[in-house]
């Protein structure tokens, strides 16, 4: 979802039942941290039970780190989060996730007007290359034209 603003509306209003598990709460960290409430999104994103989680989760939460660090000032760990979840999805052998973070590592670096976003755009462009990814077409040719 693009609006993050509508997201944290829809995840307020969840019922009881739907609060609570690895998706609510990392949705919720993304949503937070993108407009710029980053104590309350790590605050979320902590409230994930990590000892329960797949693999795949796992490297999902890894990323949303990734964006917590980016939007709290700190592009350094940033970096070695979203880095570190790219990894560890090939590892796995889920390339499709791994293009899925490396557009998202893309779109950060563009944020802070990174010395790097040249290079991390096109490794981004030749991972997504690969995949149709329906959430992310319309967001990628924005990003990576």
Do not use: W
């Not at 829809?10 to 739907?18: C, V």
């Not at 973070?101 to 991390?120: F, G, P, Q, R």
């Amino acid at each position: 979802m693009d609006d993050d603003k509508l997201a944290l509306k829809i995840l307020s209003e969840a019922t009881p039942a739907q609060q609570d598990g690895f998706q609510y709460f990392n949705n919720f960290a993304v949503s937070l941290a993108r407009i710029g409430q980053t104590d309350t999104a790590k605050k979320m994103l902590d409230r994930v039970d990590y000892d329960h989680l797949s693999q795949r989760d796992r490297c999902i939460t890894i990323a949303t780190e990734g964006l917590i660090k980016f939007r709290s000032g700190d592009t350094e760990n940033g970096r070695k989060y979203y880095q570190l979840a790219i990894n560890e999805f090939d590892k796995l052998g889920n390339s499709e996730e791994a293009a899925v973070a490396s557009y998202y590592l893309a779109e950060e670096e563009k944020h802070v007007k990174s010395i790097e976003v040249d290079k991390i755009v096109q490794e981004a462009r030749k991972r997504l290359g690969k995949y149709k990814i329906p959430i992310l077409d319309n967001r990628a040719k924005k990003l990576l034209d």
